[in-house]
């Protein structure tokens, strides 16, 4: 099946510094791939709608001046957090897929200190 | 307005007795329907997923859904659940004018010995 990879898995960041979690395709190319948080016991919430060589869509809410996505090729996608303060921390994930059939990555644990 | 409704925020059971997590959705166009697993600190696993034809969709680990269109529902079903199956469970679906998923709250199931 597909497989969706992320980096870090795991990072603890300074507020006020950024940090950039990686998004990879490992055995297919995505023109689309989606970035989500999850808060502890609740759902996804998606944050932003990455699409190769074009600007990300942003849900209504999201900061795009602070959740910086980047879609350069067809297997990576990157997000950073700029300025990362705790309110930040939280699980992101990301995924990849075409009809809604979305093959997810592992999730990036972000705390922020 | 598009949304998906689980009905239960928590379910708890003995091991191998049978389990039924419920999901109902709202939506005005024809939808494609998932259930994803999700087990702690990982992304989300595909289970199962309804596009077309038999309303009844099997799944991976024994998991089957039933597809109900006047009733808009898509409830999970496991006719005898094991410890390993304890994890939080989503109900999604995507549509083509969207073209995101919907996520409803989630489902912890717990099997218990």
């Known amino acids: 099946g597909a497989v969706v990879s992320q980096h870090p898995s795991w990072v603890i960041c300074k507020s006020g510094t950024s940090v950039k979690i990686e998004c990879r395709s490992l055995d297919f190319q995505a023109t689309t791939m989606f970035w989500y948080r999850q808060f502890p016991k609740q759902s996804l919430m998606l944050m932003a709608t990455?699409?190769?060589?074009?600007?990300?869509?942003?849900e209504q809410g999201v900061e795009k001046d602070k959740f910086l996505i980047n879609h350069a090729s067809l297997t990576l996608s990157t997000l950073t957090v700029t300025s990362a303060h705790p309110e930040d921390s939280s699980f992101y994930i990301c995924s990849a897929g075409t009809m809604g059939e979305q093959y997810f990555g592992p999730g990036t644990r972000l705390t922020v200190t | 307005a598009q949304s998906v409704t689980q009905l239960d925020s928590q379910v708890p059971v003995f091991e191998e007795a049978p389990v039924e997590l419920r999901c109902n959705y709202s939506?005005?166009?024809?939808?494609?329907l998932f259930w994803y697993v999700q087990y702690p600190n990982q992304g989300l696993q595909l289970l199962l997923k309804?596009?077309?034809?038999?309303?009844l969709v099997k799944g991976i680990n024994g998991f089957e859904a039933e597809f109900n269109k006047s009733q808009t529902s898509f409830h999970l079903r496991k006719p005898s659940v094991h410890i390993s199956d304890t994890a939080e469970y989503f109900c999604a679906f995507y549509y083509n004018q969207g073209g995101k998923l919907i996520f409803g709250q989630g489902t912890e199931l717990s099997v218990k010995p």
């Open positions: 939506s005005s166009v024809s939808v494609y």
């Open positions: 990455s699409n190769e060589g074009s600007k990300a869509t942003y």
């Open positions: 309804y596009l077309s034809g038999s309303t």
